[in-house]
């Protein structure tokens, strides 16, 4: 059962000036799917998203909407909802005005507004502040009216554009619930954009990790957090330690790296055949590092041996700094293990699966 | 004790700091205006009555100039709001740099004396002026418009004096609002004409209300544009209050004139006040 394809993003390009902002972009997303453009500011994901919502123009490529060629094609008659930074509600109408404005413009019938604005304040749980003014709300009511808004008119495609960046963060975990329950409950077709990494992994059936103006991967949030495509990919989602190293040798599709800290490691090369003697840089995420008494026995895992420099308290976790070598590596500990209860100058062993490894030619950007 | 002490000594400080503005109001505003107030309430023989301000109902000749400084301002409070709108809406969407530009144009003008601008209006508008003479030998007309010395002179120059404080008043409350405004509006299914009428328009009340208010009472007491550009012909209550005062000497009637000026204009802008001040709009632009 393969759903249909509601919007398709042809080779978009968009420059301003000298500058290109946007790539290269094609992208199909399937009918009820929620894809994040996840980025750092500058990145081009508000650029794509300004033109599929009709504010830019692309210089070139297509995008196609529910079927429809959408290039020249006014914002107003697009049939998108939209949810903005700022919100955007408007001052001078109270909050059933606003959510009614949209089908006002759409000229459906009074009775017929005023069921459908109560529906969707249900729906996003506020049914009570329907004649108090956007100020009279709080940042997290302002955003939920404006997502009520933007729903209330049964949009073919819904734009967010880092809906959650104005709220702090207790509110901005709470309204991301939110929104993937909406999601989930209306099954509307949802671009998200955002530059927070757990945002996207979060709400997303997929992610479009983009840098500079360019892709550099399109995937799940499973494929972008353990495949990474690029160096840059790996480095913006999640903490990793870098280890900058030379391959040694390669054989059977294992790399041995001497790393420039001064101690050697397995990896494998993922189908990349780099040949022995070309500089890469090796990543190993802090939760995959292990902590072990000196001397502990790795077996077939990479081991160093290594000294606490200093341990961080997180909460549901503590962050250990570990020397190895002239390298320091984060080390993710449980608070509720014995781990937490190490010391600087502690001696430890570190000790990490080679499939943790991953390798990149050292060419690449970073996040 | 102590704090009924500190704001004894908040009071003493306050008034200290506003004595010297005080002493100035008191000795060039406030005393004049008595003693302008006590001539209106003089008869002939010095005695108190009304008899000034009860001629002014009763005869036509002072209501009738009363009716059409009234009808002016207002024709120029809306000569200002159609012409001076497009103006702010266009500094709010420009650059700051155009923008400065654009506020030392329209200020520019009035930093020569308003006699000398309305003697170029003069200029322009009369019988043999620019636009009559341009008119006449395109064919468009064969005998001269009556631009000047009409009640669409008068409005014409008091436009072209105020208009400045419309344009500002007006631009400063379009640069508040939120631009993403338009852009919800425009995705919600709003063309830009109902982006106006529904964003932009009643989002710049403030300005509309401040800059009428202060066109209104400055074209309400307006003498020079009016003496110059109305001539005999369109006689405004500052004019006839001037002629009674330096004139025919009857200070009393001049005085009762120019209370008559002062009330009524305060009465219109409190009015226009309250109208457009409604609940609603308290609510969305108060605090």
Not at chain 1, 150 to 159: K, Q, R
Request: proline letters at 5%; one cysteine or more.
């Amino acid at each position: 059962m393969s759903k249909s394809i509601d919007v398709e993003l042809k080779q978009v390009r968009k420059t301003f000036g000298s500058n290109v902002v946007v790539d290269n972009f094609s992208l199909q997303i399937r009918e009820g799917e929620c894809v994040s453009f996840l980025g750092p500011s500058g990145c081009g994901k508000t650029t794509t998203l300004n033109m599929i919502a009709g504010f830019l123009e692309p210089d070139s490529g297509e995008i196609w909407i529910k079927g429809k060629r959408m290039n020249g094609v006014p914002s107003n008659k697009r049939e998108l909802g939209m949810v903005f930074q700022t919100y955007s509600l408007f001052p001078h109408m109270t909050v059933a005005e606003n959510v009614a404005y949209g089908l006002k413009l759409r000229k459906v019938p009074k009775a017929e507004i005023k069921r459908r604005v109560s529906k969707v304040l249900e729906l996003v749980k506020l049914p009570h502040v329907a004649d108090r003014y956007p100020k009279q709300l709080s940042g997290g009511q302002r955003q939920r009216i404006a997502i009520a808004r933007a729903l209330v008119i049964e949009p073919s495609l819904l734009l967010l554009d880092e809906p959650l960046s104005n709220l702090d963060a207790k509110l901005r975990e709470e309204l991301r619930e939110e929104i993937k329950r909406l999601h989930l409950e209306t099954g509307v077709t949802t671009i998200f954009v955002t530059h927070d990494q757990e945002e996207a992994l979060y709400l997303s059936d997929r992610i479009v990790v983009m840098s500079s103006g360019k892709v550099e991967q399109i995937g799940t949030p499973l494929e972008i957090y353990n495949q990474p495509a690029t160096e840059f990919v790996h480095t913006f989602i999640g903490k990793s330690n870098k280890l900058p190293a030379a391959v040694e040798s390669a054989a059977d599709g294992v790399l041995t790296l001497r790393a420039a800290a001064g101690f050697t490691m397995k990896a494998p090369d993922r189908g990349r055949s780099l040949p022995a003697g070309s500089a890469v840089n090796a990543y190993v995420r802090p939760e995959k590092l292990r902590l072990a008494a000196p001397g502990a026995d790795a077996g077939e895992a990479n081991s160093v041996p290594g000294r606490v420099r200093q341990l961080s308290f997180l909460g549901a976790f503590a962050e250990c700094e570990v020397e190895a070598g002239s390298a320091r590596l984060t080390v993710r500990v449980q608070t509720a293990g014995e781990h937490a209860r190490l010391s600087p100058g502690d001696p430890v062993t570190l000790i990490w699966e080679p499939e943790d490894v991953f390798v990149f030619s050292g060419e690449g950007r970073t996040a | 004790m102590t704090a009924s002490r500190k704001v004894w000594r908040a009071l003493r400080n306050a008034l200290l700091l506003l004595a010297p503005a005080l002493v100035v109001l008191l000795v060039a505003f406030i005393i004049p205006m008595l003693y302008m107030f006590l001539l209106s309430l003089q008869d002939p023989n010095g005695q108190l009555s009304l008899g000034n301000y009860l001629r002014l109902f009763r005869d036509p000749y002072y209501l009738g100039i009363l009716w059409r400084t009234v009808k002016l301002s207002l024709y120029t409070v809306l000569a200002c709001l159609v012409f001076g709108y497009p103006v702010a809406m266009f500094m709010a969407r420009s650059s700051g740099r155009v923008r400065g530009i654009v506020t030392f144009l329209i200020i520019a003008p009035h930093l020569i004396s308003v006699v000398i601008r309305n003697f170029g209006w003069v200029v322009i508008l009369g019988e043999k002026g620019w636009i009559n003479s341009l008119l006449m030998n395109l064919g468009v007309i064969d005998r001269p418009l009556k631009l000047l010395y009409n009640e669409l002179g008068v409005v014409i120059g008091l436009t072209d004096a105020y208009i400045v404080y419309m344009v500002l008043a007006l631009a400063t409350s379009l640069y508040a609002i939120d631009t993403s405004l338009y852009k919800a509006a425009g995705i919600l299914g709003a063309s830009s004409v109902r982006k106006f009428f529904s964003i932009t328009l009643p989002l710049s009340l403030p300005g509309i209300l401040a800059g009428s208010t202060l066109v209104f009472s400055l074209s309400m007491s307006a003498y020079v544009t009016p003496a110059l550009m109305g001539g005999t012909a369109v006689k405004m209550l500052p004019v006839i209050t001037y002629e009674n005062i330096m004139i025919t000497l009857n200070w009393p009637l001049g005085a009762a004139l120019a209370f008559l000026l002062l009330g009524s204009t305060y009465a219109l802008v409190t009015l226009f006040t309250k109208l457009v001040e409604t609940r609603r709009y308290k609510e969305v632009f108060s605090g």
